[in-house]
């Protein structure tokens, strides 16, 4: 299935001919786990770059607009597809990664990127990955790999169908980020800029934090809110649930059991430390971050707290210290407006809540239909039509 080209199949660099002393602030940028994750068959966000000189140095390392990009240590069974119309024309992968350019006139890529995605699939490759220390795959492994391919036309009429569903998914994610967005604006509207509801009628004062309206607090972190901490879960004692467990940098499993009750939201206490995350449901929250308790509206704590400069103080690990914390000063406006404030938050919330249902149902779909489709149970004339 891979092209005859030279480098066609080809793992990341060996060694130190690529590490941090190589990267740039722009050039080429580097393929990464980080760009094969997210639901998304490829995320264009949290790149690092080397420059033009550098990837030019690592030519079999470079990848193309219709590469298929495997995780070979860590997680494994991710896989992403470059897309085609990208505007970058070349990319580097990783140490951790593996590129495969197709045979055009034998596969389709977007047939081979669902199905290395299909869950029967990436279970054979977790079962042929070696487990010894961090668990990985070769390329031997993936050069040897065996692939059920249909005809060329069958294959790009799969791929057709289950695109058409990601089409539907993407765009109600863009949706989801104009919502978001339009949350944050009204937030920096009202509160950082002081362009509230009748705010032309206000009057200011002076206050620790400059010039403010009158009848707005000063007000400590500490007095307004308390970082709880969470509670060590080892992966190992998770059961799979319904509950979402959330550390320092969001979502990293799920339980069967909560530690808080939604809504909450989540503070990153160590490694990435001030990252803050709403969870609308009942939650576990795990010993590297925190959850928020407060007779202050948490909606309009959730926008609240990115703002805030947290220090790390641990000089081996970075980390958030509640008491350092607790010293910030924060703005506390009038209750009335942070009742308009967060009705109308909620509101824009529960659009994006619908959203998220209709992608999660989509998804469930897709994946149903998957495995019939690669396996041919599904008649593809009755479901193209």
Known sequence: ???????????GPFGSKLSTKHYSDSGVPV?????LSGGTRFSFE?????????ADELLPNNAHPGDLIFTQRGTIGQVGLIPVDSSFKRFVISQSQMKLTPDKSQT??????????????VSKIKNLAFAAGVP???????????????PLAD?????????????????????????????????????????????EKQSR?????????????VKKLGDVLELNYGKALKKEDRREGQFCVYGSSGVIGMHDRSLVRGPGIIVGRKGNVGSVFWCDDDFFVIDTAYFVTSSLPLRFLFYVLPSLNFINSDAAVPGLSRNQAYTLEVLVPPSPLLRKFCDLADSLERQSQVLQRQINNLRRTRDLLLPRLLSGQVELETEAA
Not at 46 to 54: H, L
Request: without cysteine; negative net charge.
């Open 108 to 121: 389709d890529a977007l047939f081979l990127y669902y199905y290395f995605s299909d869950a029967e699939t």
């Open 46 to 54: 949290d790149f690092v770059w080397v420059s033009e000189e550098t």
């Open 205 to 217: 004062v002076s206050s620790p934090l400059g010039e403010i309206p009158e009848g707005w607090d």
């Open 31 to 35: 393929i990464r786990g980080t760009n």
């Open 136 to 150: 990985h795959i070769n390329l031997e492994i993936l050069r040897n790999f065996e692939v059920i391919v249909p």
């Open 1 to 11: 299935m891979a092209a005859t080209k030279r480098w066609a199949l080809n793992g």
């Open 155 to 199: 294959q790009r009429r799969i791929a057709g169908i289950l695109a058409a569903y990601d089409e539907l998914i993407e765009n109600s994610q863009r949706r989801i980020r104009i919502l978001e967005s339009m949350a944050r604006a009204l937030y920096r509207e009202w509160f950082v800029h002081f362009r509230f509801p009748g705010h």
